[in-house]
């Protein structure tokens, strides 16, 4: 008989400790509900850091999915396909925009982007060679290759990863006046998240946004956008963006639950003219754009239209901070949050939030901690409310205690 932690050991033998997860074995998804390989089931409330906001293997997705693996899965952009213009279609069609260039991970999508806003720099707006600036945020995650963590202020994401990529620049997130004086003629662009999740759901001041995307306007600045992770329906809307009236941005990053957790499928989203700096040859990736990705994209932006996800996200996540806000505790510094995206704060002095998580593990609730002190509650969109009362009351049974 093979135990839970038979499995976990020996992926401690056998894995890079590069993550600590929470002691248990998954083997089974549906829905907002996950098992562990004894049977267990526990309400995922992490949903694969937003990757899954369709919920665990959507059957319509699962269905798009093994139909096209059986057809035709990957073709090289060599050739066309005709899964990839119908998947870019519905994209370009649910953000608003005139085109799309699909990738794989999310960072791939972030690095593509930095291509973008350097090459449209130097050759639309007149930059001189290799001087492009890009301003962004302090405490920022846009991923982990070389250049996304170049971005980062984050020490433990950049210890003896070094020499980074040149050519960004830090500014306090939620600072407007930082971001006009962080401005010189070299600026290309301004890369932000529109909640910062990693860094503990950090929601800037409302208007923050506007006034960000209006510095970028009158200096000749792309105002990019990295929702990867608030984006397709997390925070109440389609796009977190669309919380302000005039924070569209010009480039927008999409990944996570483009595939609604089934495959590894970002993209990045712009104008005509900004899309028009790749020409053949100058940008690429063996798997972006594939049948298989594009037929699990195009099905799980499907699924976040019909089952209206971000409808449901801005309703129930109103409903959950409520209900959480009742919770009797001083453990509790403060709760914030954006429709089913939220952060229990607790003091800092009872030693972190990993221990909480465990707790809710054995209650039956999947958490995990971000910046130690932060709980993140970011359940499947197609969470109901009794699931979710049934959640408070695990939350508020731990927090007492
Ligand atoms: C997850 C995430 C990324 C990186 O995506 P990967 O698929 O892990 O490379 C980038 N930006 C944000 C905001 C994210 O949440």
């Not at 992490?46 to 665990?56: C, E, K, R, T």
């Not at 620049?169 to 662009?189: F, K, S």
């Amino acid at each position: 008989m093979i135990t839970q932690q038979d499995i976990i050991d020996q992926t401690n033998r056998r894995s890079a400790h590069n993550y600590n997860p929470l002691p248990l074995v998954l083997e089974k998804g549906r829905g907002i509900w996950v098992w562990d390989s004894d049977g267990h089931k526990y309400l995922d409330c992490l949903s694969a850091y937003s990757a899954v906001n369709q919920g665990h293997c959507h059957p319509k997705i699962v269905e798009a999915m093994v139909t096209q693996a059986r057809k035709i899965t990957l073709t090289s952009r060599a050739f066309h396909n005709d899964r990839m213009g119908p998947f870019l279609e519905k994209l370009c069609q649910m953000a608003k925009m005139d085109k799309a260039l699909p990738m794989n991970t999310g960072a791939e999508a972030v690095e593509t982007a930095i291509k973008a806003v350097r090459k449209w720099g130097y050759e639309i707006k007149g930059v001189s060679d290799n001087k492009a600036e890009i301003i962004v945020m302090r405490d920022n995650f846009h991923g982990r290759t070389i250049t996304t963590i170049s971005m980062s202020s984050e020490a433990d994401y950049k210890r003896n990863f070094g020499p980074f990529t040149p050519g960004f620049r830090l500014i306090d997130y939620n600072d407007p006046a930082a971001l006009e004086q962080a401005v010189t003629p070299n600026t290309v662009a301004v890369i932000m998240e529109p909640i910062q999740g990693e860094a503990g759901i950090i929601i800037p001041d409302d208007g923050f946004l506007t006034k960000a995307r209006k510095i970028c306007k009158r200096h000749n600045i792309l105002f990019v956008l990295d929702e990867i992770q608030t984006g397709l329906g997390r925070t109440g809307k389609l796009f977190c963006f669309q919380h302000e009236q005039n924070a569209t941005p010009d480039l927008l990053i999409v990944g996570k639950a483009l595939s609604g957790g089934l495959y590894p499928l970002s993209a990045i989203l712009a104008s005509d003219e900004i899309m028009s700096v790749f020409t053949p040859g100058i940008h690429g990736s063996t798997f972006g754009g594939n049948p298989l990705g594009a037929a699990v994209g195009l099905a799980a932006l499907q699924v976040i239209e019909d089952e209206k996800l971000a409808e449901r996200s801005h309703i129930l996540g109103d409903y959950l901070m409520r209900k959480l806000q009742l919770i009797q505790t001083n453990r509790i510094v403060t709760i914030r949050g954006r429709g089913l995206f939220i952060g229990i704060e607790l003091d800092p002095s009872l030693g972190g939030a990993r221990r909480y998580c465990e707790a809710l593990m054995k209650t039956g609730l999947l958490c995990k901690e971000t910046h130690d002190y932060v709980i993140r509650l970011a359940p499947p969109l197609v969470i109901e409310k009794a699931q979710i009362d049934w959640m408070v009351e695990q939350i508020a049974a731990v927090l007492q205690d």
